[in-house]
């Protein structure tokens, strides 16, 4: 699988099975707002940070093995401010075209 973001479906389990099975180091995510998508991130690459879309892409442009991150309850973020949410799915496409190690968003 390459980097992006991906629509699957499937349980937040069968997801994280089927992609550690791949190589892929993964982060379950069940964030319903802004502050808890933030928060979740970086707590699953075990650093610090903002809570805004650049430092998202900070925290993803510095990713060291191939990463997926499973978020089940994007759809919660995507309903109360589809703008918003359309831009951090930008984010993870823009960074799947940069080198170095793949990140994945996989929605649920």
Known sequence: MSGGVRRVVATAEEARRALETEGWRV???????????????????GRTGGA???????????????LALVWETWG?????????FRRVLAVFEARAGEPGEPVVLVLL
């Open 76 to 84: 919660e973020v995507a309903a109360a401010d589809p703008g918003w």
């Open 27 to 45: 982060a379950v995510l069940d964030a319903g707002s802004r502050a808890e998508l933030f928060a979740q991130a970086h707590r699953a690459l």
């Open 52 to 66: 805004n879309l650049d430092a998202l892409w900070d925290l993803l442009r510095d990713v060291e093995a191939p």
